[in-house]
């Protein structure tokens, strides 16, 4: 009965594992951010409720940055967009904020393609980390994790963030790709 069992359980991991093809994947990239002026790509869309101690509590934003594959503007190329929405969702200090941000690549290895994180951020210290839950085209099934560091404030009204992602990307053999 062992034996059989045995049998059995290699039979269903060699099953399984030729099903699924994919691999492991280290982007490094860089998030160009303006916090104000005209050419502005963070935004406050619900003011903060004023309760108590933590004055951002409520508020609700939106940004649409730049990502680039390096830190410098004028010696990078765009490769896609950094969409997000997020909320200051703690009372405590420093508020905890909850993100949902879509990574949409627009051009290079992963035109068409989309990483989306979910998660919490609980410091107003960096590096963030967050969760990859998902994606679709070259990443779809993805799952790992994001770290956000800040590396540069080229004007008083902007921060470059290195993006650094770890994937795990799982496809099934049998699915259609809709990227070209």
Known sequence: MTSSYML???VFLLATSSARAGGFKHLHLYMHETFTGPNATLFSVVPPLHRG??????????LD??????????NSSLVGRFQSLFAFAGLVTPPGMQTATSLVFTAGEHAGSTLVMVGSIV?????YETAVVGG????????????????WSPTPESTVY?????????VHRNSVSLTK
Do not use: H, Q
Request: proline content about 6%; hydrophobic content about 40%; glycine content about 12%.
């Open 123 to 127: 410091s107003s210290e960096g590096p």
């Open 53 to 62: 101690d933590n004055a951002r509590f409520g508020m609700v934003g939106v």
């Open 65 to 74: 940055d730049e990502l680039r594959d390096g830190p410098d503007p004028r």
């Open 162 to 170: 290195e993006v650094k992602l770890f994937v795990t990307i799982s």
């Open 136 to 151: 679709t085209g070259a990443f779809r099934m993805a799952r790992g994790y994001c770290v956000l560091t800040a590396v």
């Open 8 to 10: 059995l359980s290699l």
